[in-house]
């Protein structure tokens, strides 16, 4: 049982003040799972954050992948036991060298080191695959984007950086799902935090309305107590709801509605940050950043109580 | 005491049988590893062996070391936590992702998996270097031909395999003699064999007489009881020696004569290829091999021993 060994060894670490705080980021490809990690790096600052992505763990490099039976998103297309065994590493304190899959161009290249930091935010298609690399963290988010809203993000993304043509995204989607199904979204199920961008139906109707979030938060991890924030008259940018997951597991729900109007949301905002206790400054402003002048305040409250979680572990 | 967890734990997997059993082949550029294990790979079969070459922990490429103040000897041009965590890895039975420092090109590519197997020979400049790395190994060499030879050797590897100019590779000498002294000579010291191939003088004067051999045998293991080969009438080819070291401890010193007829070194290979109780076959053609149509006794038998300390270390 490498894992519970695992468990026992940082157990025993966090008490000398070594211990890494690891936070998983999963997600099949194009659900935000950078946009979501950059906010987090920046707000907690790189001298004290590294983040690192578990497709450059891909076994294959594209060229190679095209005679293959399986895409990217199948375990036996990627170096499985050595992300296991990189990320036990990270967890007890130590350096890795890290391979190298570059996006632009499909191919693995040279190694990086990668040395351990007070927070260690991996994001990518498998950090919650097996039960080795989920003992290596401290708290574990999947990103569940409504399906129709991932494509949409898919396609805009390989196509403006990764140069594929629309069809070519659309006809990888489908040759994906099944390895999706398969691989990818079973890892929802061992999450402390699903993230989940959709459009609510019925408010979210104006088209260029910004999407809402649904945040389930599972009892697996202790989360902030948002009831003073919730009570102090900003319940209509957000509010949490007690409900059944989907395998019938209680769980509170917190929805985050993108239609209200910016001020409440950055009040909530506020009273979020004032509760972590980071006090000289405000609210960072690259929380809720997609991209170079386009933000979303639902994801910056997601990055909020990441932020919670990730500074309460510590 | 992470080299002494190590070895705990090590002693512990040898119960289980699945400990590999790993060799270090230390010395400088040009000394002669990579034909000493060569032979040994191919003498154990790939199907059970694996070999990896520590200078593919360079932390930085050719064009970068350009800049650099110090040379590729220097273990600050080195990823040597890396090395010893790979090693560490390798000798507790598991997988590496290996970094990869193309020789031809001077360019640092697509890392490589590396799965453990019944034998591990690990050749380079620093297997020896730190504590941790040495716990790694059962039996330890370390490769110190006469200095003259080593630049001849090096010249001509150098200007037929890496394309460089032979005033070139007498300047990097140069350069690197600090480093080596400094680094790699070092290492000398912790081998539990030290392989000198020099001519003997007097013997070995006229131009093209095959070079002899040296081996200094420390009693850091239990090397195989030769008295029986060397009485068999066989001692014009191999002799051993009771003397001190150059640090005035106790050793033994094999003398293997590079001059003496070829059926006689061949009377000594079989000799100790029966000892070794690997009974169908012949001595292994491999053995002794310098390239396409050369040979060398004394490394043939050179390599016999070595093959007696991993066959009996298993």
Redesign the interface.
Known sequence: MPDKTLRIDRAGLRDSGRRPVMLAIAGDSASGKTTLTAGLVEALGRERCVSLCTDDYH?Y?RAERRSLPFTALHPDCN?M??ME?HLR?LASG????K?VYDHSTG?????E?VEPNSFIIVEGLFPLYSKLARACFDVTVFLDPHEDIRREWKVQRDTRKRGYAPEQVLAELAVREPESEAYIRPQRHHADIVVRFAPIEGRDEPPGTPLSAELLLRPTIRHPDLSEVLQAGLNRAMHLKLTRDSDGRPVDTLHIHGYVPTEESLAVQKAIWASIGEPESGTPDCLGELGPGARSEPLAIAQLLLLHHLLDAE
Chains 1, 2 share one sequence.
């Open positions: 076994r490099d170096y036991e050595i065994q590493l130590q350096p890795i060298l391979p191919e693995l290249t040279r190694p080191l």
